[in-house]
């Protein structure tokens, strides 16, 4: 197999189109499953009672904040290495779900916090680190726009995410450098000490947030594609 | 099974203001992204169609 051969942005474009559909049944598949699992087998948490299953949505999207900002930073990486155009498509095509898992996870840390620690907001390590994250994926899409030349704007656009990766580990290890209000984490490399049903319920949300992720990307990277190349032959004969 | 009635369920024990508020925040979120993705697919085919037809 030749793996050159989908780094072309116009043969990628049918392998997308090809895949997204199924990335998008197994999203919500999964997050059917998830959620069954989450308010109907988990059981009710001795110390938070009821609230705690915004934990369902708030750690999936919080980890696919993180995790999708090291795709952009991966991605930007091999932009300005290899000077590769499907890269930086890429890059800009997952930053915008980036943005919105970043979103989705300071809103419900939000409301998780209010009933729990009787505050939406605190300027807390974690929750501060966070809203940078968003920061950062705002500042990559406004820089990656802010050229004439589209080549320009995914190479500074992708500085600037390689920059901002030491955002994550301080978002990561913040619970454990500073006193916070937040609390450490459930599941860590060593295991966890969550019931194993809230366990399940909370990994099949993740996964069903990945797919998505995965579904949406390859759709935008589509829309993309077109829009670059939409003074090409190949282009025309699409539309 | 956790809950006793529909009533309860949408109550979560008391926090359903908040439960609920996050869900179906990140619902629209998700919605909103998926319109998103549409209009700029439809955008993108007909920037190449205008300039066919130049």
């Known amino acids: 197999m030749n793996w050159f051969y989908y780094a072309s942005p116009t043969t990628f474009y049918g392998l997308a189109g090809r895949l997204a559909p199924w990335f998008f049944v197994i999203a919500a598949i999964c997050a059917a499953w998830g959620l069954w699992l989450g308010f109907f087998v988990a059981p009710t948490d001795f110390q938070q009672g009821e609230a705690y299953r915004i934990i369902f949505l708030h750690v999936p999207a919080a980890w696919m904040s993180m995790f999708l900002y090291f795709l952009v930073a991966c991605y930007g990486a091999l932009t300005l290495t290899f000077n590769t155009r499907l890269s930086a498509m890429m890059a800009r095509a997952i930053a915008p779900t980036g943005a919105m898992f970043t979103f989705v996870a300071l809103w419900s840390g939000a409301f998780w916090g209010r009933p729990t620690w009787g505050a939406y907001w605190v300027w807390d390590a974690r929750l501060t680190s966070e809203l940078v994250l968003l920061f950062l994926y705002f500042g990559f899409m406004a820089l990656a726009s802010a050229f004439e030349d589209p080549r320009r704007g995914d190479r500074a656009a992708a500085l600037l995410a390689l920059i901002g990766v030491v955002n994550l580990p301080i978002i990561y290890f913040s619970v454990q450098w500073w006193n916070t209000l937040h609390q450490g984490s459930s599941v860590n490399f060593k295991g966890t000490s969550m019931h194993i049903a809230m366990l399940q319920a909370m990994l099949m949300m993740s996964f069903a947030a990945w797919m998505y992720a995965a579904g949406a990307a390859l759709v935008r990277v589509r829309a993309i594609i077109l829009e670059r190349e939409k003074h090409t032959q190949w282009a025309r004969s699409l539309a | ?54």
Request: net charge positive; glycine share 12%; charged share 20%.
């Open chain 2, 1 to 54: 099974m956790n809950w006793a009635s529909a009533a309860d369920f949408w109550n979560m024990g008391g926090a359903g203001f908040y439960v609920w508020g996050s869900y179906a925040v990140a619902a629209l979120a998700i919605g909103f992204e998926v319109v998103a993705l549409g209009i700029r697919r439809k955008r993108a085919l007909a920037a190449i169609r205008a300039e066919r037809e130049l």
